[in-house]
């Protein structure tokens, strides 16, 4: 059955250039930027991108009614994307792109142009929240405050010189140490006297989102830390009318768990433990190396199991369930990373039984497509007039934000059905729920 739910929708339409503004440009950005870039070229396609591969379906199945999604709302085209980043490090693109070593030599070199043309703007950064990196392409003068305009003027040149006529802002930089807001992040007043008085709760990551929020840009947030899910930086979305996402792309491991643990459930089979490991050799590899950094990263891939899992309410089946998360940093492997996991499970009379899955990902390939869509759809909830959490984008983050007090959505299968109806709700069709009695007499 379909619930009819059309309103009165307006969607801007997405003309002329889109400008891509991006905090760190490590092996996640310069392998977006260079696919991109090839597929511009028709070198390559966009695997992975829901955006621009996945259909959509349109009222009753008998319609026949199932465009692709970037043909049924209306996107900003790849053509249009204009790129800037940050970076603490001063490599080009291209440069930066060798050394991350995530796509092969031939690839880099056809689009050594376009790639070699971008270079880092001085970052801002503090050694207290990534304490493995350090680079000599920062901005060193004045206040966190300062810090904050002289990304806002960077935002502004970039604007201008590119002839971008909207922005996007996205996280793709290092994971940063744990957290939790404190007083300086419950009110927007509170937080900008705060980056006045250089408050050493205020991270690098929420200056570059107080910058972009202030400057009316979306922004979404690529890693672990804390940075707009914060009443502060809720608050300066809602005043600035501007659309935020977040937490930690939802790659490897965590992405085979939004999958497994549901259809586990689904058929009320128990679990007992659920052990999980990666070895990766990648700049985020060495930056989770230590424990700070770490234990952001802990905090969203172990908070999935509990909300798919909802051990409240299926005691005899997860209540003692076992999960253990490990990361190891092993420079060999590079950016083609191992996830390992063993899962103890129980089934009919609590007879056990196991799982096992030995994921060889490349984290930075199975990144790229999501900073691609999160970006398009963050500019299309724009245009559409959304403000604040996007909730609907749930389906790329590890940890994903919700109104406060709303406990987050984690099953993968939900999270697209809440997207793919979002999607359906800006433009005025039914929304779909799969209940499927109008097929019967």
Known sequence: MQLATKENVTIAPAEGKLGLLIPGMGAVTTTFIAGVEAIKRGLALPIGSVSQLATIRLGKRTEGRSPRIKDF??????????????DIFEDNAYDAAVKAGVLDRPLLDALKEPLSALSPMPAVFDKDYVRRLDGPNVKTKGSKMDKAEALMEDIRQFKEKSGSSRLVMIWCGSTEVFHRPAAVHQSLK???????????EISPSQIYAYAALKMGVPFANGAPHLTVDCPAMMELARERQVPIAGKDFKTGQTFMKTLLAPGLKSRMLGVSGWFSTNILGNRDGEVLDDPGAFKSKEETKTSVLDHILQPDMYPELYKDVYHKVRINYYPPRGDAKEGWDNIDIFGWLGYPMQIKIDFLCRDSILAAPLVLDLVLFLDLAQRTGMRGVQEWLSFYFKGPMTAPGLYPEHDIFIQLMKLKNTLRWMKGEDLITHLGLEYYD
């Not at 709302?73 to 940050?86: C, T, Y």
């Not at 509170?190 to 050493?200: H, M, Q, R, S, V």
């Open 73 to 86: 709302v209306p996107l900003a085209g790849l053509e249009d994307l204009q790129f800037a980043a940050w």
């Open 190 to 200: 509170d937080f900008e006297c705060g980056l006045a008085k250089n408050e050493a």
